[in-house]
């Protein structure tokens, strides 16, 4: 190990995801320096299709919190139980299970961290697409470079829960991104600890939900100057997901979920904040700094039109009151666009 160089702990959780040990190798292989990072890994698995780990467990590198899937509670939940493997690294990243990195990616990040113009810059991604062919060779998106994220849905069937996607390329480095984007995060490690997974939000709502916390808490969003991860694009299929738990399960989760989302974006009553505890806002922004700086006003669930383009934020969309009058609901939104 190099002492010299800064520890990043990685931080994924897995469900039943034959995935894993490339995402692994592949993170490993691609590391400039490998020895300097720490894994938090949130196993849940399927004994009907093992999955070979046993190299991993025997790495001091790697911690595993295993549980077979019939027992998960969700994607945060196992987030949250990965993330309880931090040791004070000095950084942290958080990724899904089925990703591919390039070169260097461990160093490239760190670079992009000491020079962005924040105390607390958080570089996070809808991560460009690779897929596998035939011969197990991975082909990976490079020809739209990296993209902001923007909100495509935002209804009250799915409890107000905002919906991302790619938006605009960015055209320039050091462009902040509004949304946290849960399959890719590198920040400081400390973010592991003070904006921990709530293991109660289930799918629908999460990012928005870290999104919020993670900008009250005082931290800053960019995208990265230059891809370093890509997302598995599944052509044979989707990968198995804790929806497989049934209608009813999914239902009882998002109940709780939304509730959740409600205390936390839009009840004006601070006792509601103060029930989630630790998943609350942070106390280095508010919630009104949030939506100047993303351009949506929560009260009246309207949205300025960059939030549905993706253009990025130039420190903040909302600059005056008048700022405000280009906010529309995304129904109308919609409306506005060529068919």
Known sequence: MDTSKP???????????????RTLDDCIANARYPENLRFGICWQYDTREPIDLSRFKSDRRFRFSEHPCQDSEGGCWARSLAQEFWDGETYCMQVDSHM????????????????????RPLITMISPLFHLDGEGDIHKQRDQGMRMTKMVDWKQDAGWAPWFDWGLTAKSAACRNR???GGFVFTLGAW????????????WGEEFALSLRSYTHGY??????????????????????HWEHGTQVIADKNRIAFERLRKLAYSDDPADSRALGRFGLGNRRSRADYERFAGIDLANKRAHSDVCSGRSPDPVTIRTKEDWAHCISFEDQNSQRPA
């Open 100 to 119: 591919a990195f390039a070169p260097g990616w461990d160093t490239s990040l760190i670079d992009m961290m000491r020079t962005l113009p924040a105390d």
């Open 7 to 21: 520890m990043i702990f990685v931080s994924i959780a897995s469900y039943c995801d034959p995935e894993l040990p």
């Open 220 to 241: 800053d969003f960019f995208v990265p100057d230059e891809i370093v991860a890509w997302h598995m694009e599944h052509r044979n299929g989707e990968p198995r997901r």
């Open 192 to 203: 592991t600890e003070e904006v921990r997974q709530d293991p109660d939000h289930y799918y």
């Open 179 to 181: 949304f946290v984007s």
